[in-house]
């Protein structure tokens, strides 16, 4: 069978690809982090204990920035799965109508990841309200869930969707 000009990686498919595995690239490093660092707090760890982890999370007090490391970590996911809602998936469904079921399952799990991001900023910022083992604990669940569906949801993304993306001309 010929192959058509679509079926050629493209410069800017390449490189969108890229950018896109960086950015799930340090998603997955950042879940890492505050998932190691709820344990940590949920294991009932002192302060001092959980300081290098927590070295690059901004202000004063180890609950303290777990919790905005947790936020900023939810800020960014979600921002980063609404701009492929809006900029990304109608271009794949433009240039693949065969990605339709692959589309409508990522767009599925990014209000399932959102609804778990949800749950994971009231844990965080319930620490503030209540540090208790039980308070730790429910975070550090939270954040294990997360964990699991996001990190399916990376891998099936960049599986399913990365060839038609590294095809890609432009963007709308």
């Given amino acids: 069978m010929a192959s058509s000009d679509n079926d050629q990686e493209?410069?800017?498919?390449?490189?969108?690809?890229?950018?896109?595995?960086?950015?799930?690239?340090?998603?997955?490093?950042?879940?890492?982090?505050v998932t190691r660092l709820a344990n940590g707090a949920a294991a009932g760890e002192p302060p001092e204990d959980l300081k290098a982890e927590?070295?690059?999370?901004?202000?004063?007090?180890?609950?303290?920035?777990?919790?905005?490391?947790?936020?900023?970590?939810?800020?960014?996911?979600?921002?980063?799965?609404?701009l492929e809602d809006v900029a990304l998936f109608p271009v794949l469904?433009?240039?693949?109508?065969?990605?339709?079921?692959?589309?409508?399952?990522?767009?599925?799990d990014h209000k399932r990841v959102s609804h778990l991001l949800d749950g994971v900023e009231i844990a965080a910022n319930s620490l503030t309200i209540k540090d208790e083992q039980p308070t730790r604990q429910h975070l550090s669940e939270a954040l294990t869930k997360l964990a699991e569906e996001l990190l399916a949801h990376l891998e099936f993304e960049e599986r399913n969707a990365g060839p038609t993306i590294r095809r890609l001309h432009a963007f709308p």
């Fill in 10 to 33: 493209t410069e800017l498919g390449r490189a969108f690809f890229e950018e896109l595995l960086w950015v799930h690239s340090m998603v997955r490093r950042d879940l890492d982090t």
């Fill in 93 to 108: 469904r433009g240039n693949n109508p065969a990605l339709g079921l692959v589309v409508d399952k990522l767009e599925h």
């Fill in 54 to 82: 927590i070295h690059d999370l901004k202000t004063n007090g180890h609950l303290w920035r777990l919790k905005l490391g947790c936020l900023r970590y939810c800020r960014f996911v979600h921002s980063h799965h609404n």
